[in-house]
C-alpha cells in the first residue's frame, strides 16, 4: 500500500510569490495534518482537516490556508511568501485525526526555498 | 500548554555503544499519547512507537526498547548496539485528548541529532 504522498519534493519561490502543496493521505484515511519544519526545529502544526472540514489551525497567519478534496487529498496554499516561510512541509495522514492515540503517518515532505 | 523538551541537541556515539535518548514532557491531561519519529536526512517522519499514558510497560522492539515514566513524565528511547544506519533525528512527541477544538495535532520536541561513527 502506498503510504503519504506530497508533492512537489522540492520548489524554490520568489517573495511574494503563491505557492501550492499537495497531499495524498494513506488509503482509507479520513485526516490529513499539516506541519512546517523550519531548519533545526521540530515540526509545528499548521491546519487539521478530517472529513473535509477544518477541525484544528495552528498559530500561522491567513497567508495559509488549506482544503481537503471528497477523495481526501489536500492542498496548502501559502500566499504572499516571505523568506522565513522556507521549511519542510509535512502532510500527516491518520485514519480519524489522531483520536484515541492512532497513529500519525508522515509523508516525505516538499521542500519550499523562497529566495 | 503542552510542551516536550529533548534536552539533548546531538549526540555522538560509537558503533556498537548503547545511547538513550531523553524526552520530558508537560501537559494538564490524564490522557495522552506519546510518540517517537525518526528523521533521515530525506526528511520523512519514520514512526517508531506509540505510547497511551495508561500503559506504563516499558517496550522492547530489537535493538529499540523505550521507558515510560509518569511520575517523572519521561518518555526515554535506548538504543542497544548502535548502527550506522540509525544515524538521524529523534523527535519525541506528544498528542492530548483536548488539543484545540476537535483536534489533535502532535507537540514535537526539538529532536535530538545521532550520529553513528563507524
Known amino acids: 500500500d502506498a503510504g503519504v504522498t506530497q508533492s512537489p519534493t522540492h520548489l524554490i519561490k520568489t517573495r511574494g510569490q503563491h505557492v501550492t502543496l499537495r497531499c495524498s493521505p494513506i488509503?482509507?484515511?479520513?485526516?490529513v495534518s499539516w506541519y512546517q519544519q523550519v531548519l533545526g526545529q521540530g515540526p509545528q502544526f499548521i491546519f487539521q482537516?478530517?472529513?473535509?472540514?477544518?477541525?484544528g489551525r495552528g498559530n500561522f497567519p491567513d497567508r495559509f490556508s488549506a482544503r481537503q478534496f471528497p477523495n481526501y487529498s489536500s492542498e496548502l496554499n501559502v500566499n504572499a511568501l516571505l523568506l522565513g516561510d522556507s521549511a519542510l512541509y509535512l502532510c500527516a495522514s491518520s485514519f480519524n485525526g489522531g483520536r484515541s492515540g492512532n497513529t500519525i503517518y508522515f509523508g516525505e515532505g516538499s521542500w519550499l526555498t523562497v529566495v | 500548554a503542552q510542551k516536550v523538551t529533548q534536552a539533548q541537541t546531538e549526540i555522538s556515539v560509537v558503533e556498537k555503544e548503547d545511547v538513550t535518548l531523553d524526552c520530558v514532557y508537560e501537559?494538564?491531561?490524564?490522557?495522552?499519547?506519546l510518540f517517537w519519529y525518526k528523521q533521515p536526512p530525506s526528511g520523512e517522519l519514520v514512526f517508531l512507537i506509540r505510547r497511551n499514558s495508561f500503559d506504563e510497560q516499558n517496550e522492547i522492539s530489537g535493538r529499540y526498547s523505550w521507558n515510560f515514566q509518569k511520575s517523572t513524565s519521561s518518555f526515554n528511547f535506548t538504543i542497544t548496539a548502535s548502527q550506522v544506519v540509525d544515524s538521524a533525528v529523534y523527535f519525541c512527541a506528544l498528542s492530548d485528548l483536548y488539543s484545540g477544538a476537535g483536534s489533535y495535532q502532535l507537540t514535537f520536541g526539538k529532536g535530538t541529532k545521532l550520529s553513528v561513527i563507524p
Open positions: 482537516y478530517y472529513e473535509k472540514e477544518e477541525r
Open positions: 501537559t494538564r491531561d490524564t490522557t495522552y499519547y
Open positions: 488509503s482509507g484515511h479520513k485526516s
